[in-house]
């Protein structure tokens, strides 16, 4: 029996790594246990060919909250944030489009394509950045719980509530608008160009099992909104050394405040006795005791794998096995000996430092959806690139750069099942690069190495079930208080000292550190730790 | 004056409005534009012999309190609800009838899966529950969430606590389920794909959304909530109950008196002028019309506020619904139950047979196969059709108003040739019956009607076009102009057969009278 720790943070990714770091902050004596080799989870960068530094999976910081940053000085600990330059959509005719965090340059860009749109755009961003609030309040506390009668919970519940009831009829409106319609038809409330309205629409599928055009994926469009009420320059951005610096920052923040962390470690399974749990068991077969045990897996992998049917009660495990996660997007990462150029805006620019989106038009978005639907990946898929290394020449070798790709839709759930997905892997690749050659001839030979990574491979390598980037799908009913599963949203669960740290809670996935950090604190102040 | 109210459609919205608010002996007018009464569910003879019930059939939402608000049982309305099988064909295997007798479907559904038999037994349960909470909601003027009073708690108290009393697990399903896609939802409880798409059906019909659309499950809540089976005597009854209680109350009925505008004077109304230059004066107008005819354009632009007219334009109503009606020389046949004769047939094996017919909505084209809602009239009503001859009635989703090409002559027949090939795959030789036939497309219904978009729940049932039905401002049948008022199936609680919004919006006239 290794000696004994407040708390043992199951996984090594950014948010198992900032909840460590706010339990050591106050004092608690706490173990990370990673289960590969390198720290940071899906947010990780790995040498995967010499010299060429892969954010192999998630490969821009997005919402990662400052105060964060603040609180553990994860700046004096390395962390450093490039903001994205500009976000590019080629098209195969005519110039294409490049929005420029320079608002008056993106009017310029939009007015070319629509001068009504260009003329309302700045409306249209006052009116989101208003609206982001919502989304700060969100996702910066943890949810009330409306089904209890405690008066504490009532008054936060009316506090929650009172967002909405001191809104006026027409920002009601909107409100109610934006929680519940498709991408599409809310930004057709506001704009007529498809050209625009096709890759801003996409940051409201972005990990899920949607199309543009379904209902409820307008509201994760504020999220581009949140930068301006934190006050940074811009949301989106590239973490230097690849998106394993910024986990890599949160460690050193966490060890300097006294966490023990350990690579290396898979656990095998949760101790529980009588309803609680009392530490980990390695695949080694060691067995670590703790007072507490923070889960920074999906919910899946935790309830399902570490605790245990046996432990819950059927309800709950209902709740767990129904909770959605099939992944619908893959990977695929490139070397190349030189950038390619792209037909619609030849030479190596400025439009190149951000990422760029294969979304020509809203129809070429929704035909992706359909073949995911029912089984395919697309062969025409939505695909956001980034070139890190034109921003951070340390990723690549002098001269050469690294290409990362997302790509949707490549759902875990293909039609031959999801362990056919090894077999269609190289057609995945090459639907991928041939769709990007369409649009920058030439791509093909400058193809150094090419890494291709499906939803089957994440969960194979990264323990992401289903390889559902966020643990699970950020759909309206599996958000908030429902967020694993209905009255498990405040990081407890079933199992006594046994918290949810990870994506899969409260507020849910994408590069934030807060489903870490508001665990840890409401453990905390709870006392539950 | 010449009149107090002046209601514009005789459809069942504007007939039941009109006839509680002539209750009160006040002069009541009922404008028409067509010749015929009953609005979407006026019927007509569309082939020499031949007759239709009208665009929509089904009853089942129908509310009992408004039948006994309106005597309509002493306007010949045979009370209680009609024996209702609603038959899913397969091409290969016995299909699914589900029937108003939970045992008949259960046996039903037990053909294909033990397990599902049982599940839908406790589905049932579990829908009575729930509709305990949200049945009362659909029946009553809705709030503005917005503009919430000390009186609007009062009045959702009752609510809030019938909630609370569903205890805490319903009470979050009751949270979970109405974003969900409907397909989610039915697949957590079901794992026959034929009994999923059967009952997910009603849940897209009329939409802009496939079973895998979030929300539809609220569709799906409101629907089931709101069930009570279809009347005697079927959608023809309802409509001629509703046209003896307003004549017999004293309300006026004018057909074929389409109306050019509505009068309006400093913000208030002060009548209307037909298109045939008729001036006719009211205190108050009460449209039944959709949102967007009523205010674009019956109304000038200039009485309009800039935002309310935004407002307007920016409500969803994108028809997607077809109706294709079949004279035929025998009645209809059904492969996978020869013999049987059916009133209520709804096709598609699988929720993708549902998606895939929506996915062609969405580049502007018909679905290839569409989902056929048949309903088979002379069943009931012999009379419809001459001896042994039948009427196939069929709702097709999905075609929409916005169709690529355009709705050419050639088109609509093309629509028509898919629909009966469709049927072919389920009732083979049903080809060689048909003696004549009427093709409405939704921009054939959008005429004929006066519906904006052609769409028959006069907007689309999304989330956020049912919490602020039809627009701000406007949610509660009152409008920012003075003497206007809305009271069709553009209001709360939305579209189909169900007399609410007409009634509802009459008990909101009178008591602002008061």
């Given at each position: 029996m290794a000696a004994k720790y407040d708390a043992i943070v199951i996984g090594g990714g950014h948010n198992g790594l900032v909840c460590a770091a706010y339990l050591a902050k106050a004092g608690r004596k706490t173990l990370v246990l990673e289960?590969?080799?390198?720290?940071?989870?899906?947010?990780?960068?790995?040498?995967?060919?010499?010299?060429?530094?892969?954010?192999?999976?998630?490969?821009?910081?997005?919402?990662?909250?400052?105060?964060?940053i603040r609180e553990l000085n994860l700046a004096q600990h390395g962390l450093q944030l490039i903001p994205l330059e500009c976000s590019f959509t080629p098209h195969l005719e005519g110039p294409g489009l490049v929005r420029w965090s320079e608002a008056a340059r993106t009017r310029r860009e939009i007015a070319r394509l629509s001068p009504r749109d260009a003329e309302i755009q700045p409306a249209f961003s006052?009116?989101?950045?208003?609206?982001?609030?919502?989304?700060?309040?969100?996702?910066?506390?943890?949810v009330p719980d409306p089904t209890s009668l405690d008066p504490r919970e009532l008054k936060r519940l009316a506090d929650f509530g009172n967002h909405f009831l001191k809104l006026d009829a027409d920002s009601f409106h909107l409100h109610s608008q934006l929680l519940t319609m498709s991408a599409v038809d809310f930004l057709s409330l506001w704009f007529e160009s498809e050209i625009l309205m096709a890759p801003m629409s996409v940051s409201g599928i972005i990990g899920t099992f949607l199309g543009v055009r379904s209902p409820g994926t307008a509201y994760v469009l504020l999220h581009h909104y949140m930068g301006e009420i934190d006050g940074a320059f811009r949301s989106w951005g590239f973490s230097r050394g690849g998106t394993g610096g910024l986990s890599l920052a949160c460690a050193r923040a966490a060890e300097s405040l006294g966490a023990q962390i350990r690579t290396e470690a898979p656990v095998s399974h949760l101790r529980v006795q009588n309803g609680r749990t009392t530490g980990v068991v390695l695949e080694n077969g060691d067995e670590i005791e703790a007072r507490t045990v923070f889960s920074s897996l999906d919910p899946n992998r935790t309830f399902l794998r570490l605790v245990g049917e046996q432990h819950l009660d059927e309800e709950f495990t209902n709740q767990i096995k129904r909770y959605k996660l099939r992944g619908s997007s893959g990977k695929v990462n490139l070397a190349l000996d030189r950038i390619p150029e792209f037909t619609c805006r030849p030479g190596i620019g400025p439009h190149l430092m951000g990422d760029l989106a294969i979304a020509p038009n809203i129809d070429y978005l929704e035909r992706a959806y359909d073949?995911?639907?029912?089984?395919?990946?697309?062969?025409?898929?939505?695909?956001?690139?980034?070139?890190p290394s034109l921003v951070d020449p340390s990723v690549a070798p002098p001269g050469k750069h690294v290409m990362s790709c997302f790509v949707q839709y490549a759902p875990y759930h293909i039609k031959e099942g999801p362990e056919f997905w090894p077999q269609r892997r190289e057609a995945f690749g090459e639907a991928v690069i041939d769709t990007l050659e369409q649009y920058a001839p030439g791509l093909r030979d400058c193809i150094l190495h090419k890494q291709v990574l499906t939803p089957w491979d994440m969960?194979?390598?990264?323990?992401?079930?289903?390889?559902?980037?966020?643990?699970?799908?950020?759909?309206?009913?599996q958000l908030l208080f429902q967020r694993p599963a209905p009255g498990w949203a405040r990081y407890r669960t079933p199992i006594r000292d046994l918290w949810m740290c990870g994506s899969g809670a409260h507020p849910g996935g994408g590069i934030m550190g807060s489903p870490g950090e508001l665990a840890a604190k409401y453990a905390l102040q709870t006392r539950g730790v | 004056m010449a009149y107090d109210v002046i209601v514009i459609g005789a459809g069942h919205n504007g007939l039941a409005c009109a006839t509680i608010l002539a209750k009160e002996a006040r002069r009541v007018l009922i404008v028409e534009q067509r010749d015929v009464i009953g609005g979407l569910c006026a019927g007509e003879e569309f082939h020499p012999g031949y007759r239709h019930t009208g665009l929509l059939h089904d009853?089942?939402?129908?509310?009992?309190?408004?039948?006994?608000?309106?005597?309509?049982?002493?306007?010949?309305?045979?009370?209680?609800?009609?024996?209702?099988?609603?038959?899913?064909?397969?091409?290969?295997?016995?299909?699914?009838?589900?029937?108003?007798?939970?045992?008949?479907?259960?046996?039903?559904?037990?053909?294909?899966?033990?397990?599902?038999?049982?599940?839908?037994?406790?589905?049932?349960?579990?829908?009575?529950?729930?509709?305990?909470?949200?049945?009362?909601?659909?029946?009553?003027?809705?709030?503005n969430p917005s503009d919430l009073g000390v009186g609007d708690f009062f009045d959702l108290a009752p609510h809030g606590i019938a909630a609370r009393r569903l205890g805490k697990r319903d009470m979050m399903e009751l949270l979970r389920i109405p974003p969900m896609c409907v397909a989610d939802w039915l697949r957590e409880w079901f794992e026959t794909e034929l009994l999923n798409a059967s009952i997910a059906g009603p849940a897209i019909s009329g939409g802009w959304t496939g079973p895998w659309s979030p929300g539809t499950s609220t569709n799906f809540l409101m629907q089931t909530s709101t069930w009570n089976g279809p009347g005697q005597g079927g959608v023809a009854a309802v409509v001629s109950a509703l046209e003896n209680a307003a004549t017999g109350s004293g309300v006026e009925i004018r057909t074929g008196a389409a109306v050019k505008r509505i009068d309006i004077e400093q913000g208030a109304v002060r009548g209307i002028t037909l298109l045939d230059g008729d001036e006719i004066e009211a205190r108050s107008v009460v449209s039944s019309c959709d949102p967007r005819t009523t205010f674009l354009d019956l109304i000038s632009p200039r009485e309009l506020s800039h935002k309310l007219e935004q407002y307007v334009r920016d409500y969803r109503m994108r028809g997607t619904t077809a109706k294709v009606h079949l004279a035929l020389n025998r009645p209809l046949e059904w492969a996978s139950r020869p013999g049987e004769q059916f009133e209520y047939i709804r096709t598609g094996e699988e929720l993708d047979d549902l998606e895939r017919a929506f996915d062609a909505v969405k580049y502007r084209q018909r679905s290839e196969r569409p989902v056929l809602e048949v309903h088979v009239?002379?069943?009931?009503?012999?009379?419809?059709a001459p001896q042994g001859h039948s009427v196939a009635s069929v709702?097709?989703?999905?075609?929409?108003?916005?169709?690529?090409?355009?709705?050419?002559?050639?088109?609509?027949?093309?629509?028509?040739?898919?629909?009966?090939?469709?049927?072919?795959?389920?009732?083979?030789?049903?080809?060689?019956?048909?003696?004549?036939?009427?093709?409405?497309?939704?921009?054939?219904?959008?005429?004929?009607?006066?519906?904006?978009?052609?769409?028959?729940?006069?907007?689309?049932?999304?989330?956020?076009?049912?919490?602020?039905?039809?627009?701000?401002?406007?949610?509660?049948?009152?409008?920012?102009?003075?003497?206007?008022?809305?009271c069709g199936s553009g209001c709360h609680p939305g579209g189909g057969v169900t007399g609410a919004p007409g009634a509802l919006a009459a008990h909101v006239i009178q008591s602002s009278r008061q």
């Open positions: 289960g590969r080799h390198v720290l940071g989870g899906a947010a990780v960068t790995e040498e995967v060919y010499p010299g060429f530094k892969y954010s192999v999976f998630s490969y821009v910081v997005s919402l990662f909250r400052p105060h964060i006052l009116a989101m950045t208003k609206m982001a609030f919502l989304i700060k309040n969100i996702i910066d506390n943890p073949q995911a639907k029912y089984g395919d990946f697309s062969e025409r898929p939505y695909i956001n690139a980034v070139f969960e194979q390598m990264v323990g992401l079930s289903e390889g559902n980037i966020f643990q699970g799908e950020l759909s309206l009913e | 009853t089942s939402g129908l509310r009992p309190w408004l039948v006994e608000e309106l005597g309509l049982s002493g306007h010949g309305l045979k009370p209680g609800p009609a024996p209702h099988r609603v038959f899913s064909p397969q091409t290969d295997g016995p299909g699914l009838v589900l029937s108003s007798v939970p045992d008949e479907s259960v046996a039903e559904i037990a053909r294909h899966s033990d397990r599902d038999a049982r599940q839908f037994q406790v589905f049932g349960t579990f829908l009575g529950r729930l509709r305990k909470v949200i049945e009362p909601l659909l029946n009553k003027t809705p709030v009239p002379t069943v009931a009503r012999p009379d419809l709702l097709v989703h999905f075609a929409p108003h916005h169709f690529e090409e355009g709705w050419s002559d050639s088109a609509r027949e093309a629509l028509g040739d898919a629909v009966v090939d469709e049927r072919e795959r389920y009732a083979p030789g049903a080809r060689d019956l048909v003696v004549g036939r009427e093709v409405l497309t939704p921009v054939d219904i959008e005429k004929r009607y006066g519906l904006a978009g052609g769409h028959i729940y006069h907007g689309e049932h999304g989330l956020d076009q049912l919490i602020t039905r039809p627009v701000p401002g406007c949610t509660g049948y009152a409008t920012p102009l003075d003497g206007l008022y809305l």
